[in-house]
């Protein structure tokens, strides 16, 4: 398969709680991003992290990437009720320049 | 302007209609996407344009035919779709050099 694999596929925790979703991928990669999509409508872009890059930061957002165990987390703190979204894991594949994306986790997150 | 906009939001056609979905945006992006998604699935890539080019078509049926008429528009033609083919279409745009996609946000397609 194309698609990488997130874990957990569902996530459920209480408003101020952090958040941790994990990726995984099968190929090298160009650069591994994360986006967000609320249920029904299109994706959001949330950040990029490149192949010699290990982490980043963009604001609540922890981008982590493995390259040697071909993984990837995303760390949201401080969570809010308005986080609520699915949060897909996509690679753009080493030489090319599509994004194939992984299978998502749901994420719920309780007043 | 970093919108991608898709028309129509929804569209519910029969097996022997022909419709189109149409997409625009104005950010001098040079690749634009088709995504297919299904209810609680990830996008699955469809076709890529890099510079009005069709540079890939993921093995989809022929009943689907992009067309990219200039940098900023890219439409899909519909054809003899079947009920499985019901599913939200995505349309996305990149600058080539970095691959982040700008999303529309989607036109929900019913096959009867």
């Known amino acids: 398969s194309q698609q990488g694999e997130e874990d957990p596929q569902a996530l459920s925790i209480q408003e101020g709680e952090n958040a941790t979703m994990n990726c995984s991928y099968k190929?090298?990669?160009?650069?591994l991003q994360w986006y967000r999509q609320n249920s029904g409508r299109g994706l959001v872009h949330l950040i990029l992290?490149?192949?010699?890059?290990r982490e980043k930061h963009s604001g609540r957002l922890r981008v982590t990437l493995d390259t040697s165990k071909k993984s990837s987390s995303l760390l949201i703190t401080a969570s809010r009720a308005a986080d609520t979204a699915s949060y897909f894991c996509?690679?753009?594949?080493?030489?090319?320049?599509?994004?194939?994306f992984g299978t998502g986790t749901r994420l719920t997150v309780i007043p | 302007d970093t919108e991608v906009t898709q028309t129509p939001k929804h569209l519910v056609m029969g097996m022997t209609n022909k419709k189109s979905l149409k997409c625009e945006q104005h950010?001098?992006?040079?690749?634009m996407y088709w995504y297919k998604q299904k209810a609680k699935k990830p996008p699955e890539l469809m076709f890529v344009?890099?510079?009005?080019?069709?540079?890939i078509n993921e093995s989809v049926p022929s009943r689907f035919s992009p067309e990219c008429p200039n940098s900023s528009l890219l439409n899909l033609h519909l054809h003899a779709l079947q009920p499985e083919d019901s599913a939200l279409y995505l349309c996305?745009?990149?600058?080539?050099?970095?691959?982040?996609?700008?999303f529309g946000e989607g036109s929900r397609l019913t096959v009867l």
């Open positions: 996305a745009s990149s600058l080539p050099a970095t691959g982040e996609l700008f």
């Open positions: 190929t090298s990669i160009n650069n």
């Open positions: 992290i490149r192949s010699n890059e």
């Open positions: 996509a690679t753009v594949w080493a030489g090319a320049n599509n994004l194939f």
């Open positions: 950010m001098g992006h040079r690749a």
């Open positions: 344009y890099s510079y009005e080019k069709l540079s």
